[in-house]
């Protein structure tokens, strides 16, 4: 089955304490991009990722890291989390980067930071 | 910049009245427009897309026509069903200058739908 795989879906951790979300898709997608949901805020991208280590800021990218090692996976790394931080996340995504190709969405992981 | 406009919610019906949920864009060049839903507890699923001005995309009963007079991609349904519960979100993907395609996705916030039997 085609999708995208997110884990873990529930995390609850302390102020400053290092995490990573997985993420990976089966699809040989080019593109694969992070977005957190907000209540009253919608989704806003974190970072994207146009292929294998190339990777580049989307519009809320402070406190977060990604790597794109490997076509499949693109990890999400909090490296120091904040309160602020806490919210849904879910990675997406795409054949490649284009106008022409609707996204493919993980499950979402809810994370909260206390 | 970029941006999509939907309406509030929540919007509440009965089974098999009919919906609307509005949507308006802000975009240079050619956007392509989508639909997409979550359910409770997921993830959001494409619901239907369209790629250049007229386009009608639908799926699963729902519609949208790409309306670039107006700049707006309404969602419609004849007649809704409680199993449409969901929340909408309205999207576009951007073109760049010069015919460049960015493709990223910008969302509007989203309509929460509840459906009463």
């Known amino acids: 089955e085609a999708q995208v795989t997110q884990n873990p879906r529930y995390l609850i951790t302390v102020t400053g304490k290092k995490l990573t979300v997985t993420c990976s898709q089966n699809m040989n997608h080019e593109y694969m991009s992070w977005y957190r949901q907000d209540p009253g805020l919608g989704l806003r991208q974190i970072y994207y990722s146009m292929n294998v280590e190339v990777t580049d800021k989307g519009d809320v990218p402070e406190g977060y890291k990604v790597s794109r090692k490997e076509k499949r996976n693109f990890p999400l790394i909090l490296e120091s989390p904040s309160p602020n931080q806490t919210s849904l996340y879910f990675c997406a995504s795409s054949p490649k980067q284009g106008r022409y190709y609707g996204y493919t969405f993980g499950s979402g992981t809810r994370l909260t930071v206390v | 910049g970029n941006s999509v406009t939907q309406m509030e919610g929540p919007v509440t019906l009965s089974e098999e009245a009919f919906l609307t949920i509005n949507c308006t864009y802000t975009?240079?060049?050619?956007?392509?427009l989508f639909w997409y839903v979550q359910y409770p507890g997921e993830g959001l699923q494409l619901l239907l897309k369209?790629?250049?001005?007229?386009d009608k995309g639908s799926n699963k009963g729902f519609e949208a026509t790409y309306r670039k007079e107006t700049t707006s991609f309404h969602l419609e349904k004849g007649s809704v069903q409680v199993s449409d519960s969901a929340v909408y979100f309205c999207a576009l993907s951007d073109q760049g200058n010069y015919g460049g395609s960015q493709g990223n996705l910008i969302f509007g916030k989203g309509t929460k739908l509840s459906v009463k039997p």
């Open positions: 369209a790629t250049k001005a007229d």
């Open positions: 975009a240079t060049g050619y956007p392509s």
